[in-house]
T-cell receptor
């Protein structure tokens, strides 16, 4: 059982380039999340999707777009990468309502 | 005021002692509370969840919730070097029916052999 799978695990971009982080879960969860983690800042919510077909902004959505492609997949896109977006990105999923978040292994992004 | 506040540490505790981690929150509508452990370079993993006032014990871990005072704590008894990690407090806040999970900045715990 793979759980939550993120790709790529590492990526280096130049300022202004675009890229998409992919996330897929095989636990039949309704809710999916994208967080970024920076030193001393904890996990900050970028976007989340409570169910297929819905997305909502989190704490730090600027510079990102998301797509809930189907129940399994939730992608995060950087249209024009900036050095401030250098971070570790985590995708997570959970059943609707209260419950445990299951995390992917993280994607380390560096923007030069 | 941040929604979830934690002392960033580092917190150093001798092996075998009790480690006490604290978290305060501002939204009285918060209903679900979680403690996650994160080793360096790894993703967070759930240690405890607690939903009602009082204590909840699981092995060496005890979570304590006091909604009136808006704090949640985690006690680790008989601390082991393997407990050295960053501990993240998190809570669920309902946003027009959608549940989002908000994290604190984490407390770095070091167990000294």
């Amino acid at each position: 059982n793979a759980g939550v799978t993120q790709t790529p695990k590492f990526q280096v971009l130049k300022t202004g380039q675009s890229m998409t982080l992919q996330c897929a879960q095989d636990m039949n969860h309704n809710s999916m999340y994208w967080y970024r983690q920076d030193p001393g800042m904890g996990l900050r919510l970028i976007y989340y999707s409570a169910s297929e077909g819905t997305t909502d902004k989190g704490e730090v959505p600027n510079g990102y777009n998301v797509s809930r492609l189907n129940k399994r997949e939730f992608s995060l896109r950087l249209e024009s990468a900036a050095p401030s977006q250098t971070s570790v990105y985590f995708c997570a999923s959970r059943r609707s309502g209260a419950g445990e978040l299951f995390f992917g292994e993280g994607s380390r992004l560096t923007v030069l | 005021q941040k929604e979830v506040e934690q002392n960033s540490g580092p917190l150093s505790v001798p092996e075998g002692a009790i480690a006490s981690l604290n978290c305060t929150y501002s939204d009285r509508g918060s209903q679900s509370f979680f403690w996650y452990r994160q080793y360096s370079g790894k993703s967070p993993e759930l240690i405890m969840s607690i939903y009602s006032n009082g204590d909840k014990e699981d092995g060496r871990f005890t979570a304590q919730l006091n909604k009136a005072s808006q704090y949640v704590s985690l006690l680790i008894r008989d601390s082991q070097p393997s407990d050295s990690a960053t501990y993240l407090c998190a809570l669920s806040i309902s946003n027009f029916g959608n549940e989002k999970l908000t994290f604190g900045t984490g407390t770095r715990l070091t167990i000294i052999p």
